[in-house]
């Protein structure tokens, strides 16, 4: 529970200040750190009940797009501004930095695995931000259908 | 048809051009500003409008009474400022509204070219190092190297912004920043400051890491821009290289 509590803070303030780094508005700096937290937060109970890291990382970036779009929608403001800050904490940056590390040491079969990994988990996020996309389109679709029927 | 006038065209021209350099250059996605760029030349009533934007440049022609007329926008340098992107969306939502005049729109978009940044210097330099030390935690860190990761990744952060200024090379702004990095962290652990190299220099690289890049570059595949993506994964690619190296550096020393 302790170790819940500090990865939600962590979390929130990392993006938080991720956002300042990226000048996001005053306004929306919460919101984006909020963003951050969730996507963080799904990918951290996921790995931490022993599944797949390649998952954890889709499930983790599904989220923080789809929060971001609406988050978009409800404030009128492009979305990068809350999903941008939010990837970060899922950019695979440990396992690109083992892989570098054991390349330096010139053990390069773990190196590739490594390597690997972290290009499968990058390939995860993309998917993720995929997905969200696929259903905003949907919901924009559905949206539209609404309303010329109501109109017809 | 109803063509506009030559003059009103060159106007037209002249604020979709300032619009879509002010958010390519402060790092909106290439699909936003090209949709950007289309809807204000329609607001205004321009009929065909077509326009083409690369991360490094904007190709923009518009039809008017007189034969089609095109622009071409080099964009050189590129920062990271998404209030910028988030006031020049909002101006293209009231030109589409029709609430701004073609002068006011103008007026706008200057001020906010010309506008200074939200967060000053010290501001980010002391979220990067903030960010550093929560990602320490976040990488299943010890709290006691919570304040190594801090310092490393200010320092880092600082010799980033302050070589890029002075040097404007983007790769070797970031690999010495990585490389100080490197240095930081396993000082702190030679004297008995830090606990874990690994773990400090994973939370002190994170706030170099291109995290916009791949964004967008994700965001444009979807919206279909192949160019940019590819340019872009590749400007991420080179980012990742250059901190990789630094610290590889750094380990070469030790």
């Not at chain 1, 988990?121 to 995929?130: K, V």
């Amino acid at each position: 529970m302790n170790d819940f509590l500090a990865q939600a803070l962590t979390s929130f303030v990392a993006t938080l200040a991720f956002g300042i780094i990226f000048h996001i508005p005053r306004e929306r700096l919460i919101q984006s750190g909020f963003v951050g937290l969730l996507g963080w937060m799904a990918y951290w109970i996921i790995v931490d009940y022993h599944m797949d890291a390649v998952l954890a990382t889709m499930v983790g970036s599904f989220l923080v797009a789809l929060i971001s779009q609406l988050f978009a929608r409800m404030y009128k403001t492009p979305v990068i501004i809350f999903s941008v800050a939010g990837i970060i904490p899922l950019v695979p940056g440990g396992l690109a930095y083992d892989a570098m590390r054991n390349f330096v040491e010139n053990d390069y079969y773990q190196a590739v695995s490594l390597a690997a990994k972290a290009f499968l988990i990058s390939g995860a996020i993309a998917m993720g931000l995929l997905f969200s996309e696929v259903i905003n389109q949907l919901i924009l679709k559905a949206n539209t259908r609404k309303k010329t029927l109501s109109k017809g | 048809m109803a063509y506009i006038s030559v003059e009103k065209t060159y106007d037209i021209m002249e604020i979709c051009m300032l619009a879509g350099s002010i958010m390519l250059q402060n790092g909106a996605e290439t699909y936003r500003v090209e949709d950007t760029m289309t809807r204000i030349a329609v607001a205004y009533g321009v009929i065909d409008s077509d326009c083409f934007v690369t991360p490094t440049g904007i190709i923009l022609s518009l039809e008017g009474s007189e034969p089609t007329k095109t622009k071409l926008n080099r964009i050189i340098d590129r920062t990271t400022n998404l209030e910028k992107v988030v006031k020049v969306n909002d101006i293209s939502r009231k030109i589409c509204t029709g609430t701004v005049s073609m002068k006011e729109a103008y007026h706008l978009l200057k001020d906010i070219e010309d506008e200074p940044n939200t967060y000053n210097d010290w501001v980010q330099i002391i979220a990067a190092a903030l960010a550093s030390g929560c990602f320490l935690i976040m990488f299943n860190g010890i709290w006691n190297d919570f304040i190594p990761a801090v310092i490393a990744g200010g320092l880092g952060f600082l010799c980033s912004t302050y070589f890029h200024r002075v040097i404007q090379i983007k790769f070797f702004a970031e690999f010495s920043a990585a490389f100080v990095i490197g240095l930081a962290a396993f000082l702190f652990v030679l004297i008995g400051f830090g606990e874990e190299v690994d773990k400090i220099i994973i939370g002190s690289v994170m706030p170099l890491v291109p995290g916009l890049l791949i964004t967008n570059a994700v965001r444009d595949l979807i919206a279909g821009h192949l160019v940019s993506c590819l340019s872009k994964g590749a400007e991420a690619f080179l980012t990742a290289s250059a901190i990789g190296s630094g610290i590889a550096v750094a380990f070469f020393v030790f």
